[in-house]
């Protein structure tokens, strides 16, 4: 490790697959900007991996030698960074804090890691003045962990809300624009290289839940514990209920969301309907998008793409180049690296309008009654609508005002204990 600013900095990579390998052909292709950037060339010296006889997408640079051994990387006194795109978390994380004891900077795109067990990392990397650096690791090439943390650090966050996962996009896109079914597009989404190693993490949720976790550190600078928030993902959402919304005038989004709500936060993970016209129902395919409301900004609207090899590698570069100039660390954003735990709305609080989908019986007073249950909890209908007889039932479709998940859930089950429903209910969010 050299203290010389104009020495190559040199990189142990521990990971060539999708990203990895997207790493190594931006290092190719831009490896003359980024010496006119910085100063410095980028070194490859080591390139961790499991199987080192496995086709890589991208030659690995001159010089470089691929290593089964992480040692090789967290204890070399040459190397002054290590790049860890492996995924997993405990692998990564004995990797991070063996690299961090050995003095190494770090740049990761491992939010998984970093969202439920980040805090010890972070802890050792402000003790030994080391960045730990993680752009990658929420929305792909989206620069919204450094837009957080430097260029609207002097906002104070209302809200936060989000595509934050690649892979559900893609599915839901494809279903309601293609009609293709949910297992095709997934297939496709893997081949493309935007699903985790691990594709339930996309499709239940979590993955969007652990970016959302990170992007709630950057904006208010607490802990929102990753077992707490509430988390729905796409799993089993139905194209009747796409084309339900698409009549009136919504298309169902996975949406990472967070506001404040009299000082305490209201945060989670679900499929939402998004009104047509807004910006965020208009994210097509594997793109990401944030929008995020501060207090002297307004509102900012960030979309790109949100996973994939070059754009990933695009937010690991800025990283990396961060490391080459020599800037002084700012990994969490606030002062405090280990941050206090949030106040939290509990979830049963949050109030939102919601999209209902039950399946009843075609017969008098079925309407009436549960018009009646929904009424018993103070919840009113906007709109309604019923159609022809499915396998199940009939689909009775409405949309209702603003009422809290408490009081859904009360009259839902109500509706049920009445023998009204022939399936359980569907609802869904509406963004408001
Ligand atoms: P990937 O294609 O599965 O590649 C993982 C790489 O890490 C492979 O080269 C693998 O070696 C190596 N590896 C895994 N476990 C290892 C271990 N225990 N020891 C040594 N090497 C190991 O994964 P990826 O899609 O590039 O994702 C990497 C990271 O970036 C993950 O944290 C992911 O969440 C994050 N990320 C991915 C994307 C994306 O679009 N793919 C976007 C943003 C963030 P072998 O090749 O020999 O198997
Ligand atoms: N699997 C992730 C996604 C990769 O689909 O968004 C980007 O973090």
């Given at each position: 490790m050299t203290n010389d600013s104009t020495a190559p900095l040199v990189v142990g990579l521990a990971g060539c697959g999708t990203v990895g390998s997207g790493l190594l052909r931006v290092l190719a292709e831009n490896g003359d900007l980024i010496r006119e950037r910085t100063g410095r060339d980028i070194r490859i010296k080591s390139v961790l991996v499991r199987n080192p006889s496995r086709v890589r997408a991208a030659p690995l640079p001159e010089g470089a030698r691929l290593v089964t051994d992480a040692a090789l990387l967290t204890?070399?006194?040459?190397?002054d960074v290590v790049v860890e795109l492996?995924?997993?978390?405990d692998a990564p994380r004995i990797l991070i804090d063996r690299a961090l004891e050995h003095g190494k900077h770090i740049v990761t795109a491992n939010k998984a890691l970093l969202a439920e067990d980040g805090a010890g990392l972070f802890r050792k990397a402000a003790e030994k003045g080391l960045a730990l650096l993680?752009?990658?690791?929420?929305?792909?090439?989206?620069p919204i962990v450094q837009t957080l943390k430097e260029?609207?650090?002097g906002n104070r966050i209302r809200s936060l809300v989000g595509i934050l996962n690649g892979t559900s996009n893609y599915i839901l896109s494809e279903m309601t624009?293609?009609?293709?079914d949910f297992e095709t597009a997934l297939a496709q989404a893997q081949e493309q290289g935007?699903?985790?190693?691990?594709?339930t993490l996309d499709i239940d949720g979590h993955d969007a839940a652990h970016k959302l976790v990170l992007l709630i550190r950057l904006a208010y600078g607490v802990e929102y514990p990753y077992a707490e928030l509430p988390i729905q993902g796409?799993?089993?959402?139905?194209e009747l209920d796409i084309n339900f919304a698409r009549e009136f005038g919504y298309r169902i989004k996975l949406l990472g969301q967070v506001n404040e709500v009299d000082g305490r936060l209201e945060a989670g993970v679900f499929p939402t309907l998004v009104r047509h016209t807004f910006l965020l129902a208009r994210v097509g395919g594997a793109y990401n998008a944030v929008r995020v409301e501060g207090n002297a900004v307004g509102s900012l609207f960030l979309h790109g793409r949100?996973?994939?090899d070059l754009p990933t590698a695009s937010a690991v570069m800025g990283d990396l180049l961060a490391v080459a100039r020599g800037?002084?660390?700012?990994?969490?954003?606030?002062?405090?690296?280990v941050p206090e735990r949030a106040r939290i709305?509990?979830?049963?609080e949050a109030r939102s309008c919601y999209y209902v989908r039950v399946m009843v019986r075609?017969?008098?007073g079925v309407l009436r009654d549960l018009a009646g249950a929904m009424a018993a909890e103070g919840i009113s209908l906007a709109q309604i609508i019923q159609k022809p007889e499915e396998r199940c039932g009939v689909p009775l479709v409405f949309m209702t005002h603003e009422a809290s998940a408490r009081a859904m859930d009360a009259a839902l089950r109500q509706a049920a204990d009445a023998g009204l429903l022939r399936t359980p209910a569907v609802y869904y969010r509406i963004l408001g």
């Open positions: 204890d070399d006194p040459e190397t492996m995924g997993g978390i993680y752009e990658a690791s929420v929305a792909g090439g989206i260029s609207l650090a624009s293609n009609g293709l935007f699903a985790e190693a691990d594709p796409i799993r089993g959402l139905s949100g996973a994939g800037a002084r660390p700012n990994n969490t954003g606030f002062v405090r690296q709305l509990p979830p049963e075609d017969a008098p």
